[in-house]
């Protein structure tokens, strides 16, 4: 009997301990609209980090096509900064002769060479862009 219940035990602890770990950022909208900017020829969207890991502060910005190519745009920085449990807003910009191509808008988590100490797990997430 005492096998049984340290065998339940073992795996309660381990579904505790993946659920603790596996913590991501969350980018919004899921499906962002690309509307006119003040630039000729360019389109854009206002995209929303959360960032819920705390061994991450780093994220880069990418905008890829159905076969996730990449897609030619601009942001701020394609590297942003956002600290642990904070938010940051920013636009991305897609020539309109690119903007039938670009498919996916995505952030990645970049991991710090010198954190690389235990295994670290590098997240990515993807706004499907919502073509009209």
């Given at each position: 009997?005492?096998?049984?219940?340290?065998?339940?035990?073992?795996?309660?602890?381990?579904?505790?301990?993946?659920?603790?770990?596996?913590?991501?950022?969350?980018?919004?909208?899921?499906y962002?609209?690309?509307?006119?900017?003040?630039?000729?020829?360019?389109v854009?969207?206002?995209?929303?980090?959360?960032?819920?890991?705390?061994?991450?502060?780093?994220?880069?910005?990418g905008?890829?096509?159905?076969?996730?190519?990449?897609?030619?745009?601009?942001?701020?920085?394609?590297?942003?900064?956002?600290?642990?449990?904070?938010?940051?807003?920013?636009?991305?910009?897609?020539?309109?002769?690119?903007?039938?191509?670009?498919?996916?808008?995505?952030?990645?988590?970049?991991?710090?060479?010198?954190?690389?100490?235990?295994?670290?797990?590098?997240?990515?997430?993807?706004?499907?862009?919502?073509?009209?």
């Open positions: 009997m005492m096998n049984f219940y340290g065998c339940v035990f073992a795996i309660v602890l381990v579904i505790v301990g993946i659920g603790q770990t596996a913590s991501a950022h969350e980018m919004t909208p899921t962002p609209k690309l509307t006119y900017s003040h630039l000729d020829g360019v854009k969207t206002t995209m929303s980090m959360f960032n819920k890991r705390a061994d991450v502060q780093y994220y880069e910005i905008v890829f096509d159905k076969d996730f190519n990449p897609v030619p745009f601009v942001t701020s920085y394609n590297v942003i900064k956002i600290d642990y449990l904070s938010k940051v807003d920013f636009d991305v910009y897609i020539r309109k002769s690119d903007a039938s191509k670009a498919v996916y808008i995505c952030s990645r988590s970049k991991l710090k060479k010198d954190e690389a100490i235990r295994t670290a797990i590098s997240s990515r997430i993807c706004s499907k862009i919502k073509n009209e």
